[in-house]
Structures are given as structure tokens and as C-alpha cells.
């Protein structure tokens, strides 16, 4: 006997299949915000101790 | 019918803290405490934005010592969330799982934490002239 409801079967679909893509998006981003975290407490610091100037920072692409 | 002497499944209550536990608990608590603190980093920019006055009063904000109280927790709890978002990762690929090296990766995440943040501020004071 199964256990789905008779509109999913009529649809032949179970999930919404968003799973699969959403687990990857949510790995991914997390890998790509370990160097980004390190690259923002080191430009922080930097900053905030003066060692560049502000404007510096924020006048190029890259930050530094 | 009355069910109110049934047994309840065993809740937070019953289990003594333990690291595993106490980890699990910051690694949320530390999420909401950074997402917290963006809004001071939105006030920054802000005050960035605004001009050299008012930077250098956010500037003068960051620098006292209730600035410092909120600072240092907000870059510890970055670098705990970051260590133990690692530790999450490895747990995703179905590794890690043994008792012995849950604990072990926990207190690994800790002991990183507490040196990358120490390693941080140090940085911070030696480059500043290892003063204010």
C-alpha cells in the first residue's frame, strides 16, 4: 500500500527537487566565506589600527 | 481522556551540559550575536559615508572600552562560527562522527577560536604601536 497522497501520485512527482541544488548553494557559500572572512578581519584590522587609510581601502576593488 | 501522567520524551532539562551540547547552543548563539552585530558595521559605513567627523566619532566609539566589550566577543564569536562552520562542513560528508572525535573536534574549533582571536587583536595592538 502507498503511503502518498493521491495528488502525488496523479503528479508522479515526490519533493519539490529543490533540495539537491539548495544543499550545494549552502556548501558552497559556506567555503567561499572562509578565505572572505579572514580577507575581512585582516583588512578590519588594518584599517581600524590605521595602517592603511580608510579612503584607500574603499577607493579600489580589492580593498587594500 | 486524561494524559497528562504519560511520559514525556526526555527535553533539554533532563541532560547534564555537555561540550557537544554546549557547542551545538553557541554555534547559534554566536550566528544571531553576528548577524547583531552587522548593524554596528552598518554604522560604520554609515559613518563612513557621512564624512571624516563623524567616522572619527565612530572611530572614537569602536576605540573605548565599551566598544572593545562589544569588539572582542563579536571577532571571537566570528572565528568560532567560522572554525566550527568547518567542523559542520566535515560533518555534511558523513565524517567525524565517532564520540571521540566530536569531542576532539570540538575542543580543536575552541582552542582555534580562542588563538585566531588573540592572534587577531594582537595584530591589531602590535600594528597600532601597542598603544589605544
Known amino acids: ?64 | 481522556m486524561d494524559n497528562s501522567d504519560r511520559p514525556l520524551s526526555p527535553h533539554l532539562g533532563i541532560y547534564r551540559p555537555q561540550l557537544t551540547s554546549l557547542l551545538s547552543i553557541a554555534h547559534r548563539g554566536s550566528g544571531i550575536f553576528l548577524t547583531l552585530g552587522t548593524l554596528l558595521l552598518v554604522y560604520w559605513l554609515l559613518a563612513l559615508a557621512e564624512g571624516p567627523e563623524s567616522y572619527a566619532r565612530a572611530q572614537a566609539f569602536f576605540g573605548s572600552a565599551l566598544g572593545r566589550l562589544i569588539l572582542f566577543p563579536w571577532v571571537f564569536a566570528l572565528f568560532y562560527h567560522l572554525c566550527n562552520g568547518i567542523r559542520h562542513l566535515f560533518w555534511d560528508m558523513g565524517m567525524g562522527f565517532e564520540i571521540q572525535t566530536v569531542y576532539l573536534s570540538g575542543k580543536i574549533v575552541v582552542t582555534a577560536a580562542t588563538l585566531l582571536t588573540l592572534a587577531a587583536f594582537g595584530m591589531g595592538y602590535y600594528m597600532h604601536g601597542g598603544g589605544a
Request: charged share 10%; hydrophobic share 60%.
Open chain 1, 1 to 64: 500500500m502507498s503511503m502518498r497522497t493521491p495528488l502525488a501520485r496523479v503528479r508522479g512527482t515526490g519533493s519539490a527537487k529543490y533540495g539537491v541544488h539548495h544543499w550545494w548553494a549552502q556548501r558552497l557559500s559556506a567555503i567561499a566565506l572562509v578565505p572572505l572572512f579572514l580577507w575581512f578581519v585582516a583588512s578590519m584590522t588594518a584599517v581600524a589600527t590605521a595602517v592603511v587609510s580608510v579612503v584607500a581601502v574603499m577607493s579600489t576593488a580589492w580593498g587594500g
